[in-house]
Antibody
Framework: QVQLVESGGGLVKPGGSLRLSCGAS????????MSWIRQAPGKGLEWVSH????????YYAVSVKGRFTISRDNAKNSLYLQMNSLRVEDTAVYYC????????????WGQGTLVTVSS | QSALTQPASVSGSPGQSITISCTGA?????????FSWYQQHPGQAPKLMIY???DRPSGVSNRFSGSRSGNTASLTISGLQAEDEADYYC??????????FGGGTKLTVL
């Protein structure tokens, strides 16, 4: 069964750090581009970051550039998001998503992990 | 990168057809065929409904169709059913190699 499972969310103070993980099962992560997408409570989806299958090409949304770092370990079939200098506005459910056949759509999503930034 | 523009809400009665629009720019929606639609029910992760503007993934009902004219793409749902009630989001690749989502549209089945 093709599946993505996120972990690592929680409550953190403004300025703090958190590392999210996304484990893949049922398929080989090394064959796919991956992205992190977030959704603030009651709000819409916001694309956060993309990483190519080898990890050589990375892009970030302006809102997180310089604070967040996406990475992957294909040997462990895992994707990561290191989040530093967290702000209240980073509070959201964070989803990892597999980019599909065309490479530009998201055909498999995790269930999401909630990150709450609050003092 | 500004979010793509979607109507906040649309509604329709069972059996009817509805269309949700998504407007962007010549640097995203109008530039590439890398455009997709997602359905999200409350408390669930989004689900891919349309990719590459008008293609349907395996398992998605043929009541869902996508199209594009210029910088505006559309999702049409025909034969509306109660289970179609959900939030719908559009997404596009951009000229900056980033991705952008629409603000989302809440579909109510009356």
């Amino acid at each position: 069964q093709v599946q993505l499972v996120e972990s690592g969310g929680g409550l953190v103070k403004p300025g703090g750090s958190l590392r999210l993980s996304c484990g893949a099962s049922g398929f080989s992560l090394s064959n796919h581009y991956m992205s992190w997408i977030r959704q603030a409570p009651g709000k819409g989806l916001e694309w956060v970051s993309h990483i190519s299958s080898s990890g050589s090409t990375i892009y970030y949304a302006v809102s997180v550039k310089g604070r967040f770092t996406i990475s992957r370990d294909n040997a462990k079939n895992s994707l990561y998001l290191q989040m530093n200098s967290l702000r209240v506005e980073d509070t959201a459910v964070y989803y990892c998503a597999r980019e599909g056949g065309s490479g530009y759509d998201y055909d498999v999503w995790g269930q999401g992990t909630l990150v709450t930034v609050s003092s | 990168q500004s979010a793509l523009t979607q109507p906040a809400s649309v509604s329709g009665s069972p059996g009817q057809s509805i269309t949700i629009s998504c407007t962007g720019a010549s640097s995203d929606v109008g530039a590439y065929n890398y455009f997709s639609w997602y359905q999200q029910h409350p408390g669930q992760a989004p689900k891919l409904m349309i990719y590459d503007v008008s293609d349907r993934p395996s398992g998605v009902s043929n009541r869902f169709s996508g199209s594009r004219s210029g910088n505006t793409a559309s999702l049409t749902i025909s034969g509306l059913q109660a289970e179609d009630e959900a939030d719908y989001y559009c997404s596009s690749y951009t000229s900056s190699s980033t991705r952008v989502f629409g603000g989302g549209t809440k579909l109510t089945v009356l």
